[in-house]
């Protein structure tokens, strides 16, 4: 089966590094996707990882590490409106992806 | 720019009633997926199709149906719509097998009284 953990709420104050973290239990993905989602609208996509490592996008970061069985998120310098849910995702080479419940961030001044 | 578009941003429909959720994406995608959000419980997958007419179940099909009579639609069926089925629907897509992330559509805010 499958199982993907993240933390249900995390605070931060804006200008700070926010690490956001998920564990799953479940083999056989080929990518680990993280979306960002604010409140009423759809998701969006931020980062993506297929091997273990750490891809940067400007401001956020993505890790994985399979063997460990876990991925963050790593958002630096955060802003207002960096305030949103943030959802990670296992995709079965495309043809299935499985998110986790989401992380609601709220970025406090 | 990419785009999936759903037919209704909010519905309220009473118990037992027929309802259609319609989805449109313009990148000649090849899978196309329907979840379910709610509280608490993340985005669940009900059905996905990677191909015209085909289709497969997801982790909570029950209840539901969908039909992809062309590539760019992809319409999911409440057959007698019930109360647990309030929630926001969210239609996606994806290039194809092995490839690519999901867009999403905005999503449908359906609410069954």
Redesign the interface.
């Known amino acids: 089966g499958q199982n993907i953990d993240q933390p249900?709420e995390m605070t931060a104050t804006e200008g700070a590094i926010v690490q956001i973290n998920c564990t799953y239990q479940t083999s056989g993905f080929?990518g680990l996707?993280w979306?960002q989602q604010h409140a009423g609208?759809?998701?969006?996509?931020l980062s993506?990882n297929v091997l273990d490592g750490l891809e940067e996008k400007g401001r956020f970061s993505s890790f994985l590490s399979r063997s460990k069985g876990y991925s963050y998120l790593l958002l630096k310098e955060l802003q207002m409106k960096d305030s949103a849910s943030y959802?990670c995702?296992v995709s079965y080479?495309?043809?299935?992806?499985?998110?986790?419940?989401?992380t609601r961030l709220s970025v406090l001044p | 720019d990419v785009k999936v578009t759903q037919s209704s941003r909010y519905l309220v429909k009473r118990t037992g009633e027929k309802v259609f959720l319609e989805c449109v994406q313009d990148m000649d995608h090849e899978n196309m997926f329907w979840y379910r959000q709610d509280p608490g419980l993340g985005l669940r997958l009900i059905y996905f199709s990677y191909d015209v007419k085909m289709k497969e179940k997801g982790d909570i099909p029950e209840g539901y149906s969908v039909s992809r009579e062309k590539k760019e639609r992809f319409s999911l069926i409440l057959e007698s719509a019930s109360t647990n089925q309030t929630s926001m629907y969210l239609c996606a897509s994806s290039l194809g097998a092995n490839t690519g992330e999901l867009f999403f559509g905005e999503g449908s805010r359906l609410t069954v009284l």
């Open positions: 249900t080929n996707f979306y609208e759809a998701p969006t996509f993506y959802l995702a080479y495309g043809q299935n992806f499985v998110f986790g419940p989401g």
